[in-house]
């Protein structure tokens, strides 16, 4: 039964969070990390990585074939932020350390979900630096509670006004794409122990269906703000209910 309805609850966050251009880790997390399922780190950290993979790829690709992807702009948020994730990916954490760190990341996460992007601004100078601190800073800790850290630096990049809507999009897509691969990397590098295809396979299959559906999903249809509000209620209150049994 708990199979089932992880996979039923996959795919249609996956479906949710590509429509409006992320990958859906911090939720594929907040639900697997949840007493019920009784999952240890060592399967949560490589199927969320997995499924996230699953899910941006097609997103990038469509981003790519758009025209709204550019390297010139994206590789100082990459440079720094692809080592860093695979450092994180590496560390080996102990079970209740990363639960903590996983519920107070989730809370952090449900508070970017809540912040609505400021309008857009351009012909703004930009510099090197911001971009690789910032790249490193959330590709660490992506790499240690295994998400791809679009959900961090999307609002961030909005609230900055660093670019327009759609290439910031097309950016996080890009970032959560290398950062997952990186971490899973680590993660592989520090040697996995119980890795489980039979688990695992079916999730990927549900996200990409719900990625392939929702990357197809005009965002016109939807109002982003209420998903990406109603999305942090429910991040808050699993990472509420993760902090409640491992603080």
């Not at 990038?60 to 100082?76: A, V």
């Not at 954490?93 to 970017?112: C, E, I, Q």
Request: proline share 4%; net charge positive.
């Amino acid at each position: 039964m708990e199979i089932y309805i992880l996979i039923i609850s996959f795919f249609l966050v996956a479906l949710v969070y590509s429509s409006v251009g992320f990958g859906g880790g911090s939720s594929y997390l907040a639900l697997m990390a949840q007493p019920f399922f009784n999952l240890m780190p060592e399967t949560i950290r490589p199927a969320a990585l997995l499924c996230n993979i699953v899910v941006v790829t097609g997103g990038t690709i469509i981003y790519y074939r758009e025209g709204k992807i550019s390297w010139k702009e994206i590789w100082p948020f990459l440079v720094a932020s692809v080592p860093m994730a695979f450092l994180g990916g590496y560390w080996k954490l102990k079970d209740d350390t990363f639960f903590v760190l996983l519920g107070f990341t989730l809370l952090l996460a449900a508070v970017f979900l809540w912040v609505k992007p400021k309008g857009e601004l351009h012909g703004q100078k930009k510099s090197i630096a911001g971009p690789v601190l910032l790249g490193g800073g959330i590709g660490f800790l992506s790499g240690l509670v295994s998400i791809g850290g679009g959900i961090f630096l999307a609002p961030i990049l909005h609230l900055l006004n660093w670019f327009e809507a759609k290439r910031i999009a097309a950016l996080a897509s890009v970032f959560i794409l290398v950062n997952s691969s990186g971490g899973l990397i680590g993660q592989f590098a520090a040697g996995l122990q119980n890795f489980k295809w039979d688990f695992i396979l079916p999730l990927l299959v549900a996200v990409l269906m719900g990625g392939q559906i929702g990357s197809r999903l005009s965002a016109r249809k939807f109002d982003t703000i209420y998903i990406r509000r109603i999305t942090a209620i429910l991040i808050l209150v699993a990472a509420l209910n993760i902090l409640k049994d491992h603080l």
